[in-house]
């Protein structure tokens, strides 16, 4: 039995087990029921007046014996009155247990009659009441609520007579109550023996209910059913359901025995063996397993911080018995320290000249790069032990070799390559790695590849690492920053380890297409080198000495003698392809040696040369027209220059006036900044007005709509504003823009033209596209040194200060009105629908 008693006004009765004679049967003659005839205190109609006494967490039954603890000072109050009185008491139980003062909407309507015992007084200072059930009751009214409680109840007579079911669910029950008395060891083992001897069906079930653990509800819809057999049906439901759950319960603890007993087998066994082999002369697979960890260990080159760290962890490992599950966490930790490369690297190979025929075989052009390498390599050859590795960072469009150089470099100074992609990289733990606290635990990516590459000195690569991102796990930007400081990178702290990692003799090269994204703190650890777009001669080059013998040799097709005309590569440089780089011309040249491939596979005569026109039957029509040039020159729409991340594009600003009150509207996906760029290019060209000879009242009087094409591509920069005005002026002075002229400059609300970015690959996209003057601003006359010689030689550039010079390069004088008559008109004609019939 369970008791559960708080002083004061907090004090509980009756959450205990249920107490019935067969666990107490010297407490049979407490009560003496001949003696006690309970009818008699019946009134003439038939009704009971008498204390009350609320119960919380249980059901008392009829012929029951049930111990209840008293503790609030009404139920107190009720016995003593039943006592002095020589009274019965109802009981009944409370729908809500936490209710201290039950109310009459508290009390389930149906209890039980009782008598009462013996009464004690316990060590804590409770009550405890010997109480026995008499008969079923239904509570008609309260009649009294203090000092205690007073109710008025109507007996409730079980119907007599014997069924043909009665019987058969007598035994079925039996059966049921059995099999739960021999699975469930908190009942009493002669349970069953004193419910066998119970000839009354619904006695059967008033024992039953109150023997077995059931929920207080269930228990309350037992006491509150009045026929016999409804109610061993009920409690059949009640068995069968809590015959179930005992059996399930027993077969997880058979299932739990079962795997205790196979581990202490197992341990056993284990240790028997280990005794065998020591009288053998032989160890066990733990003891051989130690040993060779312990030689490894004493092979292995190691600092003194690592050594130190690993000896512990083998004293610890040592100390640990077999089974223990820190074994494999230790055990894993030891086999990284002893895999690092923490003294072993390869010998540089320092043979300027060997190096530079490496670099020269295997890429065409990237000079400056080149350059930067064979210096790196003379001055380690120099002084070799006061250099420190570059942080180089390659930027530029993708397809100009930026990763490809990196394998070159190794093999020109004879380093093992490791390369990692950074791209979408947004854990820090990737770089440095997770501590050993948590389960599955590894180092960051950084000593990964170094224990693979096996050396302390490798050629590392991080690629695309302008494709980092951040989220609440951490910012890995921030964690390279330790990384790619050689100040710093010789104590490299990875998380897991909990040792110092040495990575100043790595040279590091990251790889990325725009710095923008790039923390500037991470800029500043590295020498940014840039990967410019390829002019058209060096695609070709490139296209000879590497895209087409490699793709012939993929294809097996270097034994049919196929051969590529250079025309036939121009036409695809100049109409199959549009990019900064490579990538798209190596897959046209592969789709070509496809289709040729497949001529081969299926036995017909391959064709022995690619010419121009072999070129447009296999790749099918131009994607792309080299000419994009405007037909002739037009007034309001100028060219501009654009930086892209794929190398340079440009792009048509058109300007259109229209009569309306001098709104201005701005499409094309235009950006903030390029917004704000036409707004000062309009405000430059009214405060121009009368030196440009444009009446002031044409503002007043007409809309400004600007429109940049290709209106899917968002854009932005401050570079069209050169652009933007001289369209602004051609459109309200009536003068062509010279459609030859391509512009950049950032234009001020003063007219001057302020520098710009990504000069060369613009002048690449001029030069493509057709265009013969290219205007730049004259802080951009530097910019030329980076323009190769054959393009400067095709570019004539033009480079200004001032607006009012960017107009004298790029207008033509204004139209007479016959000439004006003969130009195309800004404004769609449509013809005329024919009238109807």
Known sequence: MKRLSRRNNQKLEMDQDDFDLTQYPDLLGIFDTDEFNIEELDSEDGIVDCPFLPLRDVVLFPQMVMPLFIGRERSLA?????????????????????????????????????????????????????????????????????PYIRVRARPIYEADGWEETTEPLMRAVLTLFEKVVTLNRSLPEDAYAFAINIDEPGWLADFVASTIALPLEVRQDVLSIMDPIKRLQKISFALAKELEMLELEGQIQHQVQQEVEKSHREHFLREQMRVIQGELGEMDVFTQDLQELEAAVAQKLLPDDARAKIDKELARLKAMPPMSPEIGIIRTYMDWLLALPWMEESNDNLNVTHAEAVLEADHYGLEKTKERILEYIAVKKIAADKMRSPILCFVGPPGTGKTSIGQSIARALGREFIRISLGGVRDEAEIRGHRRTYIGALPGRIIQAMRRVGTRNPLFMLDEVDKLTNDFHGDPAAALLEVLDPEQNNTFADHYLDLDFDLSRVMFITTANILDSIPSALQDRMEVIEFSGYLEEEKLEICNRFLVPRQLEQHGLAETGLRFEEDALKEIIRNYTREAGVRNLERE?????????????????????????????????????????????????????????????????????????????????????????????????RSQCETLGIDEDLFEKKDIHIHVPEGAVPKDGP???????????????????????????????????????GVREKALAARRAGITTFILPQKNKNDLAAIPKKLR??????FVNRVSEVLDAALLPTLSPLKTAKRPSLTPTWPTPPPPS
Request: glycine letters at 8%; proline letters at 5%; one cysteine or more.
């Open 719 to 757: 570079s069209a504003g050169v652009a933007m005005a001289t369209a602004l002026i051609s459109a309200f002075t009536n003068r062509p823009i010279r459609r030859d002229v391509s512009m950049t400059g950032e234009i001020t609300l003063r007219g001057r033209v302020l520098p710009v970015g």
């Open 78 to 146: 009720a016995i003593r009155a039943a006592v002095n009185n020589e009274e019965t008491l109802i009981v009944a139980s409370q729908i809500d247990s936490d209710v201290l003062d039950p109310e009459e909407d508290d009390i389930f309507p149906i209890g039980t009659q009782i008598t009462i015992g013996r009464v004690l007084r316990m060590p804590d200072s409770s009550t405890s009441v010997l109480a026995q059930g008499r008969r079923r009751v239904e509570i008609l009214e309260f009649t009294q609520w203090t």
């Open 793 to 798: 030689q095709d570019l004539q550039f033009v």
């Open 589 to 685: 040249v592969a789709g070509i040696c496809r289709k040729v491939a497949r001529i081969v596979a299926e036995e017909r005569k391959p064709p022995r040369r690619i010419t121009t026109r072999k070129v447009i039957e296999l790749l099918g029509p131009p994607r792309f027209s080299q000419e994009m040039l405007q037909d002739h020159d037009e007034i309001g729409v100028a060219t501009g220059a654009a930086w892209t991340m794929s190398g340079g594009d440009i792009m048509f600003i058109e300007v259109n006036l229209m009569p309306g009150k001098g709104g201005l509207t701005l499409t094309g996906q235009l950006g903030e900044v390029m917004q704000e760029s036409a707004q000062a290019a309009l405000t430059f060209t």
